[in-house]
């Protein structure tokens, strides 16, 4: 995902945003409270590690760069992972 699709999941899921804080801090060594949203936004932008590291988590949670809103994880039946599922290919 991109830095701006990252972002704008965030800005959007403040749960997902405290959880990517929590990573960040981690990382870091430092309070997640010490970090405001918009440094976490300016960080996923400048640090490819944790951008790959916060891409990869939103994936994980269903979340499909593919959607143009980039905001809500896919259910069962629609969006592009369900339709590439091995055995729901159209035969």
């Given amino acids: ?43 996923i932008r400048q640090d490819p590690n944790l951008q790959a590291q916060a891409s990869t988590e939103l994936t994980q949670l269903g979340y499909n760069p593919a959607v143009q809103s980039g905001c809500n994880p896919q259910t069962p039946g629609t969006g592009n992972w369900y339709r590439n599922f091995p055995g729901n290919m159209p035969y």
Wanted: hydrophobic share 35%.
């Fill in 1 to 43: 995902m991109s830095p701006e699709q990252i972002i704008a999941v965030l800005q959007q899921q403040p749960q997902l945003l405290t959880q990517i804080k929590n990573t960040a801090a981690q990382r870091l060594g430092v309070d997640p409270g010490s970090i405001s949203d918009n440094d976490i936004y300016d960080r």
